[in-house]
Structures are given as structure tokens and as C-alpha cells.
């Protein structure tokens, strides 16, 4: 659906490619997208109504975002990236500056623990055509002293303030006392991130011995049950025949009908008229390590 108005913004059909995206915003409301791509097109027709004059009238386009920004039903962070990119149409495209840094500032006053508002002010005065530290320091001093941002953003805009004095900075003395706090704030988030691990290396560990001998005593009870289950007498197949066999002396033949017997692998085992019987050898248990003894317990 949105081709036909790619269509007719390049045949410079400016109110047909609007029309296009008003339709589509009306039954799909909520998209940003398609709301930066409506001020695209009027920033381009301004532009093209301009013609050779130098400043082309952005009314249009400055009145589309500050009803955007100032919805009662746009999200707060969406309000702010609208913000942000007001501010930067008035840098680089009116090149006013000055209006830039209100906006972003009255959007900070909106989110006060949004860190990309605060990250376009500081861009804001990096990028100045004309060189300024001390508005790039004010700029970063003014992010570190907020106190509705964490510790964490505060450590990345003080990493950033440390390599512009190392790298722009004229005065030494404000290097070297920041460094100091760099290295305050590092090691108090260090300090707060480590007792947080120890409890929870606690909450998972107990009494190594303890821990061993738990470990002893489940091993112990495993190899038993396996051992049970090992030795254990096998489960009766024969319907019966053996019983009758105890009672009578032999095997009924009806039992026996249908099934095939095992071949004599050894005939020494079977006992033949005229011959004298060898008595069977007797095998002497073996005794079964049933529990582990307390040598291989690890200390």
C-alpha cells in the first residue's frame, strides 16, 4: 500500500502521494513511519514552491510535528523521538541552533531519564560550526549532575567527557579532576555490583562438605537400587511347569509341545546311564560393594 505513493512522489504528484498516506493513516493509525513520511513529502513540495528563493515556508512541516510531539495520546518516548528529530530539521536543514536546544531541552523536561535527549545536546555542541570546549563541557556537565539518570548512562557521558579533554581538552587540571571522579564513579558501581553476586553465589551454595556427603549418600543409594535390580530374581516364564515337575518328577510333554529345547552345548553337564555323575563346581559368591566405603569419600 505504500508504492503507489513512492509512485507519486516521484512524478511530483505531491497531493496524490499525501492523499495515499492520509488514507492509510486513517485506517491504520500510530505508525511513525507514516507520519515522517507525510512531513517528507510536505518539506519537498515547500521546497519545490520555494524555487530559487532561500528560505522555503517549513510551516507546514514545523506545525505537522509539534502536533505529533504534543498529542496527549503519543507515547512519551515516542513524543521524544519526534523531539529529536524537530530539533535536528531545525539545525541542518533551517540552521537554527538555538531553536534546536530549546526543543531538546523542553523534551527533556518532558522525559528527564531519556539518555538520547541528553546525547543530542552534547551532539549538539560537538557539531557547532564553530569550535566551543566550554559549551561541550557545560553540555556533558549538565548530563553527569542530572539525577533522574543511572549510575550506568552517567559512566558512559563521563567516558565521553574524559576523551574530549584527553583529545580537545586546554586545561590539565580539569582532566586530571576528572579522572578522579571517572574513577569515584567506576569503582562505587563496581562496589554496588559485587555484593549483589556474592548474595547470589550464596543463595546457590552450601557447606562443601555437606555437599559432598549428600553427594556420597545419593550415589550410594543409586548403586544399591541397581544392584537390586541386578540380582534380582528373573520373572517366572514357564506357566506353571516347574511346579509340576517338583510334584511329579518330570515335565508333561503337553508342556513341553511347540517348544524348542536348547542344544547340548556341553554333554560333561548331562548325566547318561553306566556313567558316573560329576558333581557340579560350586562357586563361591562374590561380596558386592554395595556401599562406598568412607576412604573414598573426598575430604
Do not use: W
Request: proline share 6%; with cysteine; aromatic share 10%.
Amino acid at each position: 500500500m505504500i508504492m503507489p505513493y513512492v509512485i507519486a512522489s516521484f512524478t511530483g504528484d505531491f497531493e496524490k502521494a499525501n492523499s495515499i498516506l492520509a488514507n492509510f493513516d486513517h485506517r491504520y493509525p500510530g505508525y511513525a513511519v507514516i507520519a515522517l513520511r507525510r512531513i517528507g513529502i510536505e518539506r519537498r513540495f515547500a521546497m519545490k514552491q520555494a524555487g530559487d528563493r532561500d528560505s522555503p515556508d517549513y510551516s507546514s512541516v514545523i506545525s505537522r510535528f509539534e502536533r505529533l510531539i504534543h498529542d496527549s495520546r503519543t507515547p512519551r518516548k515516542l513524543s521524544a523521538f519526534y523531539a529529536l528529530k524537530l530539533a535536528r530539521f531545525h539545525a541542518k536543514t533551517r540552521n537554527d541552533r538555538r531553536l534546536a536546544e530549546k526543543i531538546i531541552r523542553d523534551a527533556i523536561n518532558r522525559d528527564k531519564s531519556n539518555p538520547q535527549l541528553y546525547l543530542a545536546l552534547v551532539d549538539l555542541a560537538y557539531t557547532a560550526p564553530i569550535f566551543n570546549e566550554r559549551s561541550v563541557i557545560e553540555a556533558l556537565n549538565e548530563v553527569l549532575e542530572s539525577d533522574q539518570l543511572s549510575d550506568e548512562d552517567k559512566l558512559r557521558f563521563s567516558q565521553r567527557k574524559l576523551d574530549f579533554l584527553e583529545d580537545l581538552g586546554t586545561d590539565v587540571e580539569a582532566l586530571q579532576k576528572h579522572l578522579e571522579y571517572h574513577t569515584q564513579l567506576q569503582k562505587s558501581i563496581e562496589n554496588i555490583a559485587v555484593p549483589n553476586k556474592r548474595v547470589a553465589d550464596l543463595r546457590g551454595s552450601s557447606d562443601p562438605i555437606e555437599k559432598k556427603m549428600r553427594t556420597a549418600e545419593c550415589y550410594t543409594a543409586y548403586s544399591t537400587h541397581q544392584q537390586q535390580q541386578y540380582y534380582a530374581a528373573a520373572p517366572s516364564t514357564d506357566n506353571g511347569v516347574a511346579s509340576v515337575a517338583a510334584a511329579y518328577g518330570t515335565i508333561p510333554a503337553a508342556a513341553t509341545a511347540g517348544q524348542q529345547q536348547p542344544p547340548l552345548s556341553n554333554t560333561a553337564q548331562y548325566y547318561y546311564p553306566g556313567q558316573q555323575q560329576q558333581q557340579p563346581a560350586i562357586v563361591q559368591p562374590v561380596p558386592v560393594l554395595t556401599t562406598i566405603q568412607p576412604n573414598y569419600v573426598q575430604q
